[in-house]
């Protein structure tokens, strides 16, 4: 019975990751059909708008690029999704890839980055350990609450976004956050792909005097991917997914999200404060790196 | 013997009269020296200002964690200071003390300058000033930031209201009395009167009004200081995390208040000649009244830090040991000794209680209390829970900057500058009031 109920996962599992790639070549469409192709290229099948199958090389295909969706769209989550966040410290060594792949998505310059990684320790006899720490998108979130414009705001899936075209720059929301996750844009934000429409989903282009932080990439998940962060880890410390679907994944390996949590002890910051946040840590236990300090600590 | 009394009565409303207008009177003006460093000042905060717009807060010292800074600190001492209009024109009026009575007008316009300049800050504290509409048009009513945009708003109505109505009677004697001023101020004293002809029927018609406004700002000023208050006891911040924040701040507020009604004595009683109404009795009444008012302050005081540091927990902890013995201890107990201790000690002595000690000590306590919200909004900001790290070491500290000194000193004369507009302009004690006390003297003797 267990083990048809395990097979059973494994293959909803096998149909959601089918289910994303369909997705992924959704997005791509045939740029023209060579006739003179080799017949030793690669194939792919495609099901066209009129609903017949047809064979097509794969070196046609082009990606067509993904466009955000409007602040105003931007308020709704994605249907059925409750997306979580897991960071096993035990694997944390501060490489700061997920850093760099962040900075570089969202066009930030290294003064106000959405990840910080801290070096903590929680008493003078335990063990220091690096923690990795992104907005935490509360269920119950204080900036949301204190916020008089509605600038930010929690959306169904879980996510908790900011419209920066919206914001007064209060920072009200700096002060209430607990995390200390935003970032604010105290001058004209540099490196800015001003021509880009702006969506709170991609958060560019960053505006002057205005808040920012941490967003979970939304762009990515609607298109059925993970956060930069997650496939940029080198040692898949860092798990996304979706909690209704019992699922998160480190790029690398596809885990049960209660199973990870109950079998790790995951825990959250600060508990005590009632914020509800949706990124779970796994203690920084059985470590495969021993704690180094490392130089990279402060941008230079 | 009552005849007597008419004549008697009529000297003394003549005299009276002609004491209080004499500062309107046309004539060379005293002081025009001080109005130019005013608009002096006014132009180095507005270029600093122009440079902020341009720039952005990059020109502030204020950065991440460091999220707010000397404009909030400024903002809320101004909010502080504009609670002196309720205590005198309210408090002190409904608890019929009769010797506030020259002190109803000077303490309204201090609250309207104040209340203007608190609105003013916090407008240049905002990251996007060009979006300030949207406070209105998309305001939320569960953000404590729209509690106080409505508390301020209808605080600074009530003000207005009660500076203006009981102006009424003043403005119909300037009218009839100053014929020999400016065209304008004419126009302004004849407008502004309404009519006024000093019928009983409308002094009981102004008494029952000013009366109903007198009960209604109170429970507004004790709103807008603390829901200026919950602006920090709201947040998830340990050093603000406080229940007595509230009463903290109005005790603080009212004592501040206190202390610049006594500067604004002395200045008015020297510049105008009116050492005769702003007397040394009027000086030690109000010495009395502030050291009351430091008592409570001092009581809330205790309250606020006995507490988290009795207990020392975690980040709470490491903040107070920062005010007590860190890096803000030096200001801390400067602002502790000469903002609330001194004012206590010196002032129960009648030497103290003098016109030049008590100028003294009431601007201590003034820079006192600007500095002790220095001390509530910076040390807390820079106490998260999560430790400040992984950021560039100049978010590890907070200096202002010269734009950041420059715009808090503008606003400081901007707000000089309103209450000396006013004071030129209007009657700087009620001169019906006093009229009125100097009967009531005369027929209960």
């Known amino acids: ?300 | 013997m009552v005849e007597d009394n008419i004549i008697l009565n009529d000297q003394y409303n003549q005299k009276i009269e002609s004491d209080l207008l004499a500062h309107l009177k046309s004539g060379k003006k005293k002081g025009n020296w001080f109005i130019f460093i005013l608009i002096g000042i006014i132009l180095i905060g507005m270029y600093a200002y122009y440079r902020q717009l341009h720039y952005g807060l990059i020109v502030t010292a204020m950065r991440d964690y460091t999220s707010w800074g000397v404009y909030i600190a400024n903002f809320v001492f101004f909010v502080a200071i504009s609670l002196v209009g309720s205590l005198f024109s309210s408090i002190l009026k409904l608890s019929k003390v009769p010797w506030s009575t020259p002190l109803t007008r000077i303490s309204e316009i201090i609250a309207i300058g104040a209340i203007i300049c608190a609105i003013v800050i916090i407008i240049v504290d905002m990251g996007r000033p060009d979006r300030f509409i949207y406070v209105l048009i998309h305001g939320r009513i569960q953000s404590p930031i729209i509690w106080d945009v409505i508390i301020i708003t209808t605080y600074l109505t009530i003000s207005i209201l009660l500076l203006y109505l009981s102006l009424i009677p003043d403005l119909a004697i300037c009218r009839d009395k100053l014929t020999d001023v400016a065209a304008w101020k004419k126009w302004f004293y004849r407008v502004g009167a309404i009519n006024w002809q000093g019928t009983p029927r409308q002094f009981k018609i102004l008494h029952r009004i000013t009366y109903t406004l007198a009960v209604i700002v109170i429970p507004v000023a004790f709103a807008i200081h603390t829901v200026t208050s919950w602006l920090f006891s709201t947040t998830w911040r340990p050093g603000w995390d406080s229940t007595n924040l509230g009463p903290y701040f109005v005790s603080g507020a009212l004592m501040a208040g206190a202390a610049v009604i006594i500067v604004a004595m002395f200045f008015i009683r020297s510049t105008y000649n009116l050492k005769e109404y702003l007397n040394e009795k009027l000086f030690s009444y109000m010495g009395k009244l502030l050291v009351l008012l430091s008592l409570i302050y001092l009581y809330f005081n205790i309250n606020e830090y006995l507490g988290p540091a009795f207990k020392m927990v975690g980040v709470e902890g490491e903040h107070i040991i920062e005010l007590f013995f860190g890096s803000y201890a030096p200001m801390y107990w400067i602002v502790q000794v000469f903002g609330l201790i001194l004012p206590i000690v010196v002032l129960v002595f009648a030497w103290g209680r003098k016109p030049l000690p008590m100028l003294i000590v009431s601007i201590l306590v003034l820079l006192g209390a600007w500095v002790k919200r220095y001390l509530i909004v910076i040390p807390s900001l820079q106490h998260p829970y999560l430790p400040i790290q992984d950021v560039d070491d100049s978010y590890l500290h907070y200096i202002p900057t010269w734009e950041e000194w420059s715009i808090t000193l503008a606003s400081f004369a901007w707000c000089l500058l309103i209450i000396t507009f006013l004071i030129r302009l209007l009657p700087v004690i009620p001169i019906w009031e006093m009229k009125k006390g100097n009967e009531a003297k005369l027929i209960k003797p």
């Open chain 1, 1 to 300: 019975m267990a083990k048809n109920k395990a097979d059973q996962r494994r293959n909803f599992l096998k149909s959601s990751l089918m289910l994303g790639a369909s997705a992924i070549t959704g997005t791509a469409f045939i740029q023209g059909c060579d006739s003179g192709a080799l017949e030793t290229e690669e194939k792919v099948k495609l099901l066209t708008t009129d609903g017949t199958m047809v064979e097509v090389n794969k070196s046609s295909l082009s990606k067509v690029p993904y466009q955000p969706i409007s602040p105003k769209e931007a308020r709704k989550g994605i249907p059925g999704k409750h997306f979580v966040m897991v960071v096993d410290l035990s694997l944390c060594r501060n490489a700061r890839k997920c850093i760099k792949a962040c900075d570089h998505h969202h066009q930030l310059t290294p003064d106000r980055p959405y990840i910080k990684v801290l070096r903590m320790q929680d008493n003078k006899s335990s063990a220091p350990y690096w923690m990795p720490k992104k907005c935490f998108h509360c269920d119950n979130p204080p900036c949301v609450k204190v916020c008089p414009v509605a600038a930010t705001y929690k959306r169904s899936d879980g996510l908790v976004l900011i419209d920066n075209e919206r914001c007064i720059g209060c920072r009200f929301c700096m002060a209430a956050c607990p995390y200390s996750a935003r970032v604010f844009n105290w001058g004209e934000p540099k490196n800015q792909d001003v021509k880009h429409p702006y969506s709170p989903e991609t958060s560019i282009p960053s505006q002057v005097g205005t808040v920012e932080k941490c967003d979970f990439c939304p762009d990515m998940l609607r298109q059925n991917k993970v956060p930069h962060c997650i496939t940029s880890c080198p040692n898949g410390a860092l798990y996304f997914g979706d909690q209704n679907a019992d699922s998160v994944t480190n790029g690398s390996e596809t885990v049960r999200l209660s199973t990870l949590l109950k079998d790790k002890a995951g825990y959250r910051y600060h508990e005590e404060l009632g914020t509800e946040p949706n990124v779970y840590y796994l203690p920084p236990v059985d470590r495969l790196f021993p704690f180094k300090e490392t130089s990279e600590e402060k941008p230079s």
